[in-house]
């Protein structure tokens, strides 16, 4: 702050020059606005515009006391007369009317297109007469000049859109606002799969949801919907993406009867502009939903691999005990039930599920073919592997093991030679020749 102070409020030789022939408040109040003046290129509207560090240290430049600041006459002759010597010692005038309107112009043709920020345009205007050596007029005047700007250009531009659209295109987009935000027969079913003719207004407004394959389905509709417009692509071409994106939020929040009460221009920017930045965020909704159902579906992938690994790993335990449990009470009580003994004895019925489904898991496990071996079975016992593959071949297995030197798969089988064709010449007829 020390520093900011020092660079920019400073007084320089040629504005002491100026303050020869005054004193006390007037010196003080001369010297704030030739600064200010100077940084800024306006006068301060109002004694608090300017901070008091800054008048501080101006006072402390000139001699006078920080109080005298409150003396200085702020609507009086005074200032009205130093205001004019600034502006003639920095070469400045008084804006006019015809500035006015020049500078309402000049901004729709190089600012308003681009911004349509009220405080970004307000400094482009201000920093434009600053480069004329014109002197702004009250902020009320600029506030008005920069709302004529914006409206202009906005009008000139609703009618630029209003003429790139055909009459089938304006047919069409009343036809979309034609159903209010809480009709009966709009939208789509929750129970039907999603077409392009159902989705509504309503509809296009709506966030995809969830990812899952009924919104992939809903925002495709929704995308065909927005096609089925045939709006041009280069409708808006030009024009700030703030602006279009301005227009998008504005029709997000009203109703359809808003904008069915709209003009026709006003009518048919609002929902083209709405309709095309729909359509680039709903393209792009698809592609983020397919990427999170690809990485879903991966996802539930791994899990259920997870989970049949656990499964063939995982054992009833104290099998044994509950089939002897079984068999002991199965000689006891022969006429009876198996619901009534047999269950009792073995745990339960999940008990016995269970070591049912680990059996089928280890005869599937067991009657797997050997991958190297092209799927031809060999005649050796479930013990035995594959001598050159290592894989557990499929067939039914015998009575007795194989050792594995005597396993021969059908990957380790030489492959046999092409018979050459025709007779090979004898030593003779080598030797003849």
């Not at 109002?46 to 006391?65: K, N």
């Amino acid at each position: 702050m020390p520093e900011e102070l020092i660079e920019q409020w400073t007084l320089l030789p040629r504005d002491l020059a100026l303050l020869a022939n005054k004193a006390g408040p007037t010196r003080l109040g001369f010297s704030v606005l030739l600064l200010y003046f100077q940084r800024e290129g306006r006068f301060p509207e109002h004694r608090h515009d300017v901070p008091r560090p800054v008048v501080a240290h101006v006072a402390a430049q000139v001699g006078v006391p920080y109080e005298d600041w409150v003396r200085y006459d702020w609507g009086g002759r005074s200032i009205k007369y130093h205001r004019a010597q600034i502006r003639e010692a920095l070469g400045y005038r008084e804006a006019t009317v015809q500035d006015g309107d020049d500078l309402a112009a000049w901004l729709v043709e190089h600012v308003a297109a681009g911004e349509q920020n009220d405080d970004t345009v307000l400094a482009a205007a201000y920093h434009r007469l600053r480069h004329l050596t014109i002197e702004p007029p009250t902020a009320e005047r600029m506030g008005r000049s920069v709302r004529s700007a914006l409206h202009t250009h906005e009008t000139a531009l609703q009618r630029r859109v209003l003429a790139g659209l055909s009459p089938t295109h304006l047919a069409a987009l009343d036809e979309l606002i034609a159903a209010d935000d809480d009709g009966a027969g709009a939208g789509i079913g929750a129970a039907e799969r999603p077409s392009a003719a159902r989705v509504s207004f309503v509809d296009l407004k709506a966030d995809a949801g969830r990812p899952s394959l009924d919104s992939v389905f809903r925002e495709v509709a929704k995308l065909q919907r927005l096609r089925a417009l045939g709006l041009p692509a280069d409708l808006f071409a030009g024009v700030s993406p703030k602006l279009v994106r301005r227009y998008h939020s504005r029709v997000a929040t009203e109703s359809t009867g808003e904008l069915r009460r709209h003009p026709l221009p006003v009518r048919a920017t609002l929902v083209s502009a709405f309709c095309l930045v729909r359509l680039r965020e709903i393209t792009d909704t698809l592609a983020d939903l397919l990427i999170q159902l690809v990485h879903k579906i991966g996802v539930r992938a791994k899990k259920k691999a997870d989970k049949a690994l656990f499964d063939d790993f995982k054992r009833v335990a104290g099998k044994a005990g509950i089939l002897y449990h079984m068999a002991e009470a199965s000689l006891e009580h022969p006429d009876d039930r198996v619901c009534d003994v047999v269950w009792p004895a073995a745990g339960g019925e999940q008990n016995l599920r269970d070591i049912v489904r680990e059996q089928r898991r280890r005869a599937r496990s067991t009657g797997r073919r050997c991958i190297r071996c092209c799927g031809h079975p060999m005649a050796i016992t479930t013990a035995a592997c594959c001598p050159c593959c290592w894989r557990r071949c499929a067939s039914a297995p015998t009575t007795r093991p194989i050792a594995r030197s005597s396993a021969r798969c059908a990957c380790s089988r030489p492959t046999p030679r092409a018979k050459p064709t025709g007779t090979p010449p004898t030593r003779t007829s080598r030797s003849m020749a």
